[in-house]
């Protein structure tokens, strides 16, 4: 896939997605070719989102689980990547200095490795000037 488009998921982007709630036509668009074309994209999901995905589970606040989201991901023939959390991520992320809250920093420095938009509607990542991203 050396010509892929690459994405980075936030948390609600992949949950609203997953759980089949209101996107931006232009963010559901990347997650159904994705699927529709497993060569030519890549959607990196951050270990931090896949954190917070199963604490927001673990409280009731999202319907999907941490489990299904895995299972998800290992179905989908590489297209949805997990991104580890390494210290070369971390690095990146503590270059961003506009995006205070520390897990949207680690998406965003995701998204600053791999030279890639964020797929996120988080007014701090969108008004960042490290990252550019996609929602609207």
């Avoid at 989201?69 to 949805?80: E, P």
Wanted: proline share 4%; charged share 25%.
């Amino acid at each position: 896939m050396a010509n892929a488009k690459e994405y980075v998921a936030d948390t609600m982007a992949l949950v609203l997605w997953l759980e089949k709630r209101s996107l931006p036509v232009k963010v559901a668009k990347i997650f159904e070719e994705a699927l529709q074309d497993s060569t030519k994209y890549i959607i990196w999901i951050p270990a931090i989102v896949l954190a917070e995905i199963g604490y927001l589970s673990e409280k009731e606040r999202i319907e999907i689980t941490l489990s299904e989201v895995i299972d998800f991901i290992n179905a989908t023939s590489g297209v949805f990547r997990l991104m580890s959390m390494d210290a070369l991520l971390v690095e990146k992320a503590f270059k961003i200095t506009d995006v205070p809250e520390l897990h949207d920093r680690l998406i965003a420095g995701g998204a600053l490795l791999r030279e890639c938009p964020v797929l996120t509607n988080d007014p701090k990542l969108e008004n960042s000037a490290f990252v550019h991203t996609i929602w609207k």
